[in-house]
């Protein structure tokens, strides 16, 4: 499976990442055929190599020629329903708009479909989002991650006058992200930007593992103490057996004088924080006490979240925390009846062609109670209606 990285050295605007796309392998040829297909002819691409700080990265301009001020969110609808692309493209593209005209909605005390879009309504920004779009899918990216997002200060200059930075509808945007505050005054990270990688990223943080096949620089247009560049890496994350790999957080802390009685909430409130797995083990520790090693697994991005739970919740002073590397086979949750009800079943690929089929626990137990039959009947029915269903689909 191909994955891809944004490094977002100096933050990431639209230009930036249409450059690191091609900077990275994407032919500039592909990039306007794909925006041919929006049917606009007011705008054309400049695409042409600069070095910021020694690095040689690729710069793309969107040279304007419309002279519409400012556009609702029906007026770009029109203009992407009315375009050639692909479906998927089409609506991955209108929720974006639609994300951007909600942000801007509550800066200004409006509704999404009454909001004006002034700057983020131009040419530019629809050409920006649909050509990363676009690119993204002709280079056959399966997965995108990126790095947590450098916040400049300082004011930018807008159409209702200056603009405190973090500009409101980047800030707006990134609910939920992993953010961290830069030295540099300036905007580092765009509207665009922000909602380009919040809505494609997986997740915030280090880079994933991967076979590294290619990497690109695209460059933004201010020269800056650091290189104003945002780095992309695309790489493979599928071994030869279809094991896919993926870089997780651990979090542990040992502890010795807590109720026992408040692990089962604490456990709770990870899980309900993100965590993908927590758990508990018995050890002893100075003078004799016993205790336990809580632990918990999660995507990078949600760490932090997790830490302030543990630190809350229990008597923890101090939680450890790694990065690891977890091996796990493709899945798919797919529903089966049987004459008890539906049931949903895991399924993982070996990579030999076998594959494990897991009946989800909640559902079978929840059937068992509702009609009085032991809960190995319900297991066993959904994992014979499962591979009955699997069976029949590949004949």
Do not use: W
């Not at 399966?142 to 980047?170: E, N, V």
Request: some cysteine.
């Amino acid at each position: 499976m191909k994955i891809a990285y944004f490094d977002c050295i100096a933050g990431a605007s639209g230009d930036m990442i249409l450059g690191a796309l091609i900077d990275a392998g994407l032919p500039a040829e592909t990039l306007k055929e794909k925006l041919a297909a929006l049917h606009l002819a007011d705008f054309e691409l400049k695409i042409y190599k600069v070095k910021k700080n020694g690095f040689s990265a690729t710069k793309v301009d969107v040279i304007v020629s419309d002279k519409t001020p400012e556009r609702h969110l029906s007026d770009i609808e029109k203009i992407v329903a009315g375009s050639d692309l692909s479906l998927g493209i089409k609506e991955k593209a209108m929720e974006i708009f639609r994300q951007l005209c909600e942000v801007e909605a509550g800066i200004h005390g409006s509704s999404p479909d009454k909001v004006h879009l002034h700057e983020l309504g131009g040419v530019d920004t629809i050409v920006d989002v649909v050509g990363a779009l676009s690119g993204l899918a002709a280079l056959g990216i399966a997965k995108i991650y990126a790095s947590p997002l450098p916040m400049g200060r300082g004011f930018i200059k807008g159409a209702h006058g200056q603009i405190p930075l973090p500009a409101p509808a980047t800030i707006g945007l990134l609910k939920n992200v992993s953010i961290i505050g830069s030295a540099v005054e300036t905007e580092l990270v765009t509207p665009t930007g922000a909602v380009l990688l919040k809505t494609l990223a997986e997740n915030f943080g280090p880079i994933p593992a991967m076979t590294l096949k290619s990497l690109g620089y695209g460059a933004g247009s201010r020269d800056l103490t650091i290189p104003n560049v945002l780095r992309l890496l695309i790489g493979e994350s599928e071994s030869q057996n279809g094991i896919v790999t993926e870089s997780l957080m651990k979090l542990e802390t040992n502890i010795d004088d807590q109720n026992p009685e408040f692990f089962g909430y604490v456990m709770d409130k990870l899980f309900a924080a993100g965590a993908l797995d927590v758990f508990l083990t018995p050890i002893q520790m100075k003078k004799n006490r016993p205790a336990v090693i809580l632990q918990a697994l999660c995507s990078p991005e949600k760490s932090d979240d997790l830490e302030r739970i543990i630190f809350r919740e229990t008597s923890s002073l101090g939680v450890r925390k790694y990065m690891i590397i977890r091996a796990c086979l493709p899945r798919a949750v797919k529903t089966v009846t049987t004459k008890f009800g539906k049931v949903r079943i895991k399924i993982a690929q070996t990579g030999s062609g076998d594959e494990k089929l897991t009946p989800e626990y909640e559902d079978c137990r929840k059937l068992a109670e509702e009609q009085n039959v032991p809960l190995r009947e319900i297991y066993f029915a959904a994992e014979q209606s499962a591979k009955s269903t699997i069976q029949n689909s590949i004949d």
